[in-house]
């Protein structure tokens, strides 16, 4: 059972073949056995998941189930959720529990999905390994001395090993496509605005987005169907109204424009990963799709542009973690200003402050303009590549990464060589376009992801490109021999 | 030598909305602490801020208020702060593109003149809440109630001269904007605080001093005792060949004294920029034309329309048109009785004089203006005199009933009965032989003064009820 997507899932519940209590006791029972060597779950409440899984069923035989009414979903840990403790994989937030729900996690609730526990992450959301969690790091299912990817790792680990069934994430910079790139499974960054941030912990406001992750884009789907929408409580959230973005899956991909940046393959592209995304592009050729090269002149300006205002946001968004109200609050401060020093010193791990004096900085009197004027003027570049590129092409395709997930370790005392794992995901958060990333072959074992990335609000037509993909290759049916030893 | 002061004031006026500018929490005064701060105004995790519309609304009249720009495209920013009673660690607030900008109003000042007073600026920001530090043995406690108040922050050019500029300023503030109706304007309450920056330099130069921040002043007499300390602090330090320090001082009103806030805070570099939660406000010109016709009638043309339509004096009309309750008592008494001089009068001596005295707002006066108005008819029609009128007012303000079943029950109605007005004169000159004597020797100009003495014995013999026009003429006649 625990192999089955989303869609068998629902299948299967809504014909009875078993219940949303037999399906959630089958992943606790998996996440029990086999997540200490993962580490991908922060929390789990087993009483809360089987509370209400029978509610859904109940729903169900009631004839009253929505689409995903019985189908757990695991959530990064980024999201509140009323009553369960929410993270954010820190310190500061270890005794955090939320008397409101985020908005993804309430449009969830309604439908009667099960919220099967909270997954691990880079602390706040920053980092490209999972390495930053006050938690411990995830590991990656297909080798257990790799990297899951991060900031939602502990998500794309916790699919990939099949403890799951979906899960959500957040992508600032790339955080739902490289970790999904990196376990082999298919994740979704929206358009800005897509989905609601209200009760989303914020890193980088203007950048933040909540997507689906899980083995095919159908799933993705289905799920996006849930969580898109839009939020009167986020003012930046769209009104453009929501699609059913399982409605055009099936369009065949005959006369479809896919562009090729130069940039996305130039020397930075690890050769053999180079390879399969080029054979996976040959597939969607064969589907009668057209491949055109592009330009994304200012593509390589991303990651300083990314890494002046991402800090930035993220400095003012985390000034509320002072120990006043909630989270963390060192012993016997002083003094106020011992409070907050100390407060923020304990809570908040090297990486966080890393970005927090990065963001300060770049704000300061005297170098606001240096930096994050200038990185706001280079964002708008990178935008307008973009749209005239869509000029020309229906979707942009590429690596989702430079390579395949590295070692435990092995860049975490190198920020510079980390932050460039992000070279191809970050630009299309600076331009707030849907891209995703799904399985496109794997080197040495280690998965490889394809970024599809379309113009605003595009989201159908990226789902729609991916699940014709899936349709004629296997790729993202593999699954890691870790996770599969161990079914019972 | 011989200083000119230069003040620029700014205002932080509380918007008279019900909820917050970022959240559904209600914004009632005096709330137990804590019970109108929601996940919103505690900054919890995950917690986005939304614009009251109404709160826009508020913003583009006041603009409008003072022929100012409108911000077609205005911006949210965040200023960052650590603080207890600022729970984001920054307050959202405009920056670079406030939503009103340069504009002018017209004060009025003791003499009755007037003068303009440039406005740089006005922009929207959220409240902070409150530290307090009593009654926690040492420690400190927040209310968070008036986070996200909303406040239009009005910034003056440094065109005020002296603390009566200042205060004239102050009140055309307050008039204006309890006119709009988009404040309270309620000061003890906090609803209007100001921060006065004040420099001096000499007479006739025109480059500006160094000059002091005084915060948070709020009562009209504070502000004009802080500027007169702060102006006499200054001058000292220049005469003596002193600098003024670039500083933010705070007006302590139990010492009467302003003194340094520590520099530390001062110092602060607040990292504005934009606010990425909210979206740019883009105002359209249908949005502030629908605005603009339903404004009301604002103090400055009303002021000019009485003087106009009813012939006032500046000074009364500056009085009468301060505000739109009282404003609105007088036109309805002119339009009872018809005759605006006199109505004028009454307002202002006899009925601010008992309210007043009785500590009650305009609001809650016993007399209705439609009451006064026939009151005033009565003196027109020469029912009563302006004297007996006074007594009656007295008893209307008791509650003893209209002005003339007052009038009916204490028989205070005028006598114009020539025959026993006539019978009075006699017994008065019969019993005054001897001032009949000293009048009769008199010249003319001295005459008219001592008839007044006979006059005043026949309204005292009459109770007052005499028509004292007749009371004359009859003396005229017999005193010779």
């Given at each position: 059972?625990?192999?089955k997507?989303?869609a ?10 078993f ?9 606790l029972?998996?996440i ?6 993962y580490?991908s ?16 069923d109940?729903r169900?035989?009631?004839?009253e ?7 757990p ?13 929410t ?7 270890d005794?955090f529990t939320p008397?409101y729900?985020?908005?993804?996690i ?5 439908e009667?999905?099960?919220i099967?526990g ?8 920053m ?8 938690y ?19 998500s794309?680990?916790?699919?990939a090993?099949?403890?799951?069934p ?16 990196f376990?082999?499974?298919?994740g979704i960054?929206?358009t800005y605005?897509r989905?609601?941030?209200?009760g989303?912990?914020?890193?980088a406001s ?8 899980a ?14 929408g ?5 003012s ?21 424009r896919?562009g090729?940046?130069?940039?996305y ?26 491949l ?26 985390l000034?509320?973690?002072?120990g ?7 012993e ?12 923020r010193?304990?809570g908040?791990?090297d ?5 927090i ?16 004027k ?11 590549d973009?749209?005239d ?12 990464t430079?390579g395949?997930?590295?070692a ?10 980390m932050?460039?794992?992000?070279i191809?995901?970050l630009a299309?958060?600076?331009?707030g376009?849907?891209g995703?990333?799904?399985p496109?072959?794997e ?17 159908a ?6 699940h014709?993909?899936q349709?004629?290759?296997n ?9 599969n030893?161990?079914?019972? | ?9 700014e205002?932080h006026?509380q ?5 917050k ?18 996940a ?8 986005l ?6 709160v826009?609304r ?8 003072i022929?100012?720009d409108?911000?077609r495209?205005?911006?949210?920013d ?16 405009q920056?670079e593109?406030?939503i ?6 017209e004060i ?20 902070a ?5 009593e ?5 400190t ?5 008036r986070?996200?108040?909303p ?6 050019e440094?065109?005020?001269?002296n ?7 102050l009140k ?9 109706g ?14 006065i920056n004040i ?5 006739g ?9 005084i915060?948070?002043?709020n009562s009209?007499?504070?502000?004009e005792?802080?500027?007169?300390h ?13 600098k003024?320090v ?7 009103a139990?010492l009467?004294?302003?003194r340094?806030?520590?520099?530390k805070?001062?110092a ?11 979206l ?16 009301p ?14 012939g006032?004096g500046?000074?009364?009309?500056n009085?009468?048109?301060?505000s739109?309750?009282?404003a ?10 018809g ?10 001596v ?7 005295r009785?500590e009650?707002?305009?609001g ?8 006064l ?10 029912s ?22 007052i009038?009916?029950a ?6 114009s009965d020539?025959?026993?007005?006539e019978?009075?004169v ?6 005054n032989?001897?001032?009949v004597e ?6 003319e ?7 007044g003495?006979?006059?005043?014995q026949v309204?005292k ?10 009371v004359?003429?009859?003396?005229a006649k017999?005193?010779?």
């Open positions: 059972m625990h192999d997507s989303v068998q899932l629902i299948a299967g519940l809504r014909d009875r073949h219940s949303s209590v037999e399906i959630s006791r089958c992943f029972d998996r029990a056995r086999l997540d200490s060597t580490n779950f922060i929390t789990v409440d087993e009483d809360a998941v089987l509370a209400s899984a029978a509610a859904a109940t169900i035989a009631a004839g189930a929505a689409p995903l009414t019985g189908v979903i695991a959530h990064k840990d980024i999201f509140c959720t009323n009553g369960m403790r993270s954010c994989g820190s310190r500061m937030l005794n008397p729900d985020a908005t993804i309430r449009r969830f609730n309604e009667g999905a099960i099967l909270k997954t691990g992450m880079d602390e706040f959301a980092g490209s390994s999972n390495e930053t969690s006050y411990g790091p995830v590991r990656n299912p297909w080798d257990t001395n790799l990297v899951p990817g991060g900031s939602s790792g502990g794309a680990a916790a699919v090993a099949m403890l799951a979906a899960a959500t994430g957040t992508d600032t910079g790339g955080s739902i496509r490289q970790p999904a790139a376990c082999g499974i298919t960054k929206p605005g989905v609601s941030r209200l989303m912990v914020a890193f203007s950048l933040d987005q909540a997507g689906p992750m083995y095919t884009a159908e799933d993705c789907a289905l799920l996006l169907n849930a969580m898109a839009h939020d009167p409580l986020d930046t959230s769209s009104e453009v109204p929501a699609e059913d973005y399982c409605a055009g899956l099936q369009e065949k991909l005959q006369g479809l896919i090729l940046p130069r940039q393959f130039d020397d930075g592209l690890d050769a053999a990963t180079a390879r399969r995304i080029e054979a996976a592009l040959k597939e969607f050729e064969a589907q009668g799709a057209h055109v090269e592009v330009d994304l002149p200012h593509s390589q300006l991303s990651i300083p542009a990314y890494y002046v205002i991402a800090p930035a946001e993220a400095s003012t968004n000034s509320r973690f002072d006043v109200r909630y989270g963390h609050r060192c016997n401060p002083a003094d106020l200003h011992d409070l907050y020093t100390r407060t010193e304990e908040f791990g990486e966080v402050k890393r970005r004096l990065v963001g300060t900085y770049a704000l300061s009197a005297g170098y606001y303009d240096a930096y994050y200038k990185a706001q003027q280079v964002r708008r570049l990178i935008k307008q973009f749209i590129c869509f000029d020309q092409v229906d979707v942009i395709a590429g690596p989702t430079p395949p997930a590295f435990l370790g092995a860049k975490s005392d190198d920020p510079l060589a932050y460039l794992e992000d191809y995901t299309v958060n600076l331009a376009l849907p995703m990333s799904l496109a072959g080197v040495d074992g280690k998965p490889v992801g394809l970024q599809l990335i379309g113009p605003h609000f595009a989201e037509r990226l789902l729609n490109a991916a014709q993909f349709q004629a290759t790729w993202h049916l593999q699954r890691p021999a870790s996770a030893g161990e079914v019972a | 030598m011989q200083w000119e002061t230069v003040i620029g004031l205002v006026l918007l008279a909305t019900r909820s500018i970022f959240s559904g929490s209600a914004t009632t005064f005096g709330a137990a602490p804590n019970t109108q701060a929601s919103v105004d505690l900054a919890m995790p995950g917690m801020p939304v614009l009251n519309a109404q826009v508020y913003a583009v009249m006041f603009g409008l208020g022929g100012a409108i911000g495209r205005s911006v949210f965040r200023k960052n702060y650590f603080y207890p009673d600022l729970p984001k660690g920054y307050q959202i607030s920056f593109a406030p009103v900008g340069k504009g002018t109003f009025q000042l003791e003499d009755g003149s007037t003068r303009d007073i440039g406005i740089t600026r006005a922009h929207l920001e959220e409240d809440g409150k530290s307090l530090h009654d926690f043995h040492g420690q406690g927040i209310d968070l109630n986070a996200g108040t406040l239009l922050e009005i910034v003056s440094p065109d005020l001269r603390a009566a500029e200042a205060v004239a300023y055309a503030l307050h008039s204006l904007v309890t006119y709009l988009i404040s309270d304007g309620n000061m003890a309450e906090g609803s209007m605080r100001c921060d420099s001096l330099r000499p007479m130069s025109q480059t500006l001093g160094t000059r002091a921040e915060k948070n002043v009209f007499r504070f502000v005792k802080a500027i007169r702060e102006f006499e602090r200054q001058a000292d330090i220049l005469e003596d060949g002193g003024v670039q500083e933010t001082r705070l007006y302590d139990d009467d004294e302003t340094s806030m520590r520099s805070e001062v602060n570099d607040y990292r504005y920029f934009p606010e990425p939660d909210l740019p406000v883009v105002i359209d010109e249908h949005y502030i034309e629908a605005i603009r016709a339903e404004l009638e604002l103090p400055t043309q009303k002021r000019h329309r009485f003087v106009t339509q009813y006032l500046n000074y009364d009309a009085v009468l048109a301060d739109r309750e009282l609105d008592y007088f036109e309805a008494v002119v339009q009872r009785c005759d605006p001089k006199i109505a004028a009068n009454w307002v202002q006899e009925l601010l004089g008992l309210l007043n009785s009650l707002p305009i809650e006066s016993p007399v209705s203006a439609a009451a108005g026939a009151l005033i008819a009565r003196i027109l029609d020469n009563i005199s302006g004297k007996i009128a006074k007594q009656v007012f007295e008893a209307m303000w008791q509650g003893e009933g209209s002005a003339d079943e009038i009916e204490r028989g205070l109605k005028q006598v020539s025959g026993e007005i019978a009075m006699d017994q008065v000159i019969a019993a032989a001897g001032q000293q009048f009769l020797a008199a010249d100009d001295r005459r008219k003064k001592l008839v003495f006979f006059v005043g309204m013999l009459s109770k007052g009820q005499a028509n004292p026009q007749m004359n003429q009859l003396l017999k005193l010779v």
